[in-house]
């Protein structure tokens, strides 16, 4: 059974970093991207940065850019997203998800985490 366990969520200050951590289990994920998404309350579910299985060229929603990190460790079937300059509206529910070859979109994803919740106070 695949499972993809968010962690590092918070309360932080605007200004202040995160790093979220997802760790997966459950088969291997050679030549799988991993992907960041994010959920507002009242907001639709939107992409916040992907990766590919090889690290290279990854994506990123304009509104993160220059702020988030997406990077992983294949040895450890991990990948992170580091948040600097957090602003109030990064505040959401951030899903990993992971899908076989590349994507972008959460639609294109097969598995989900269930979250953690980041919230960024003004």
């Known amino acids: 059974q695949v499972q993809l366990v968010e962690s590092g969520g918070g309360l932080v200050q605007a200004g202040g970093s995160l790093r979220l951590s997802c760790a997966a289990s459950?088969?291997?994920?050679?030549?799988?991207?991993m992907g960041w998404f994010r959920q507002a309350p009242g907001e639709e579910r939107e992409s916040v940065a992907a990766i590919s299985w090889s690290g290279g060229t990854p994506y990123y929603a304009d509104s993160v850019k220059g702020r988030f990190t997406i990077s992983r460790d294949n040895a450890k079937n991990t990948v992170y997203l580091q948040m600097n300059s957090l602003k109030p509206e990064d505040t959401a529910v951030y899903y990993c998800a992971a899908k076989r070859g590349w994507g972008t979109e959460d639609h294109e994803y097969n598995y989900w985490g269930r979250g953690t919740q980041v919230t960024v106070s003004s």
């Open positions: 459950g088969r291997t994920f050679i030549g799988y991207a």
